[in-house]
């Protein structure tokens, strides 16, 4: 298993340009989520998708879509990047809505100049 | 929505000291609270968890006492040794996972 997978890891995109983060997981995961890490912020969430089919804003959506292309695959979605999303985006898979273990990608480096 | 605050964002100890790491939640209906270490360019990944229906729990060295009644919860690693060094997350869930700001923690050989 290769747990949850995340593509490219790293990315330099120029102002106003768009790109899409991808993520997948094969663990059979029914929720998936897109969390952004800054420095001395923590981890915050941007969208999730509790279950196939089905998507949700997190703390901080404003400037992204995401889609939830079936039970596998969660992307990201950069309409037109800002330095402002310079930042490390993770994408995660949970079993369930419920109290269990998430699991992380290995992460994209995203550089917006 | 959730609010988790967390504390020290730095901690420096020496090798054989015990750390403590504390986080408050704001949401009395959170009833899951995971603790992520993250080391230097890796993605996160979970060292305990505990429960609401729990007050205490250990894994060797690391432990995690909870209050429900103060919501907050602590993260306890004793005899430390220098590849603890890393940045640890505090988090809460209800329906989503929302995570405290992080603690740096270095330890001195």
């Known amino acids: 298993n290769a747990g949850v997978t995340q593509n490219p890891k790293f990315q330099v995109l120029k102002t106003g340009q768009s790109m899409t983060l991808q993520c997948a997981q094969d663990?059979?995961?029914?929720?998936m989520y897109w969390y952004r890490q800054d420095p001395g912020m923590g981890l915050r969430l941007i969208y999730y998708?509790?279950?196939?089919?089905?998507?949700d804003k997190g703390e901080v959506p404003n400037g992204y879509n995401v889609s939830r292309l079936n039970k596998r695959e969660f992307s990201l979605r950069l309409e037109s990047a800002a330095p402002s999303q310079t930042s490390v985006y993770f994408c995660?898979?949970?079993?369930?809505?419920?109290?269990?273990?998430?699991?992380f990608g290995q992460g994209t480096r995203l550089t917006v100049v | 929505g959730e609010n988790v605050e967390q504390h020290p964002s730095t901690l420096s100890v020496q090798e054989g000291d015990s750390a403590v790491i504390k986080c408050t939640y704001s949401?009395?209906?959170?009833?899951?609270f995971p603790w992520y270490k993250q080391e230097l360019g890796k993605r996160p990944q979970l060292i305990i968890d505990?429960?609401?229906?729990?007050g205490e729990k250990k894994d060797q060295r690391i432990a995690v006492t909870l209050n429900k009644t103060a919501k907050h919860f602590s993260l306890h690693i004793t005899e430390t040794q220098p590849e603890d060094s890393a940045v640890y997350f505090c988090a809460a869930k209800y329906s989503t996972l929302t995570f405290g700001k992080g603690t740096m923690l270095l330890v001195s050989p």
């Open positions: 663990m059979n995961h029914n929720s």
């Open positions: 995660a898979s949970v079993q369930a809505m419920g109290n269990t273990e998430a699991f």
């Open positions: 949401d009395s209906a959170s009833n899951y």
């Open positions: 998708s509790a279950s196939e089919g089905t998507t």
């Open positions: 505990i429960r609401s229906n729990v």
